[in-house]
């Protein structure tokens, strides 16, 4: 059973760069058979999908944050990425890392992990 | 891409069967058939349960079922139980983008 935990600083400060990372267990990102996105969701707010990276390393942002958002992949720890530039308390809100069903267009995400709470203030 | 509408509160009581609409566009709902919902219960990750507008994935109720007219998609989740209470979002490909998630509705059983 495939699980997915993220991990990183709960607390970064502003105009500092949020980084965090996705760890998959129980299935490898190598497979080439899903999308792995990034989600976040602001305090009493809805879903906002930030972008997804494949194994090959090949991305797609939110076109609304692409130009704060880098996503990378280590498959040798089965492991993805996030880092958001230039972060302002408006980027306070949880993460969720989440898998695709598959890599055909956008049929849904199947796994999710539990959500880090991301804080930004001095 | 605007995220697509959704009302904000739903109820029912137990038993009853309920409707969520998704409204969207030409651009994503009405152009794809690649709409997804989700339940979300407080302070957890949300879980799947439609994908490609109407199909339930392995362990999901078959309470609940999802269809598409236009630009607009519906959940309907019937027999309404007490553990349905949670917030529901709608999620639809788009000519733009991959996702667009909905406003997200929130589900109260009486």
């Known amino acids: 059973q495939v699980q997915l935990q993220e991990s990183g600083p709960g607390l970064v400060k502003p105009s500092q760069t949020l980084s965090l990372t996705c760890t998959v267990s129980g299935g490898s990102i190598s497979s080439g058979a899903h999308y792995w996105n990034w989600i976040r969701q602001h305090p009493g707010k809805g879903l906002v999908w930030i972008g997804y990276i494949y194994y090959s390393g090949s991305t797609y942002y939110n076109p609304s944050l692409q130009s704060r958002v880098t996503m990378s992949v280590d498959t040798s720890k089965n492991q993805f990425s996030l880092q958001l530039s230039s972060v302002t308390a408006a980027d306070t809100a949880v993460y969720y890392c989440?898998?695709?069903?598959?890599?055909?267009?956008?049929?849904?995400?199947?796994?999710w992990g539990q959500g880090t709470t991301v804080t930004v203030s001095s | 891409q605007s995220a697509l509408t959704q009302p904000a509160s739903v109820s029912g009581s137990p038993g009853q069967s309920i409707t969520i609409s998704c409204t969207g566009s030409s651009s994503d709902i009405g152009a794809h058939n690649y709409v997804s919902w989700y339940q979300q219960h407080p302070g957890k990750a949300p879980k799947l349960m439609i994908f490609?507008?109407?199909n339930r994935p392995s362990g999901v109720s078959n309470r609940f079922s999802g269809s598409k007219s236009g630009n607009t998609a519906s959940l309907t989740i019937s027999g309404l139980q007490a553990e349905d209470e949670a917030d529901y979002y709608c999620s639809s490909y788009t000519s733009s983008t991959p996702y667009v998630f909905g406003t997200g509705t929130k589900v109260t059983v009486l």
């Open positions: 490609d507008v109407s």
């Open positions: 989440a898998r695709d069903r598959s890599i055909a267009a956008a049929v849904g995400m199947d796994v």
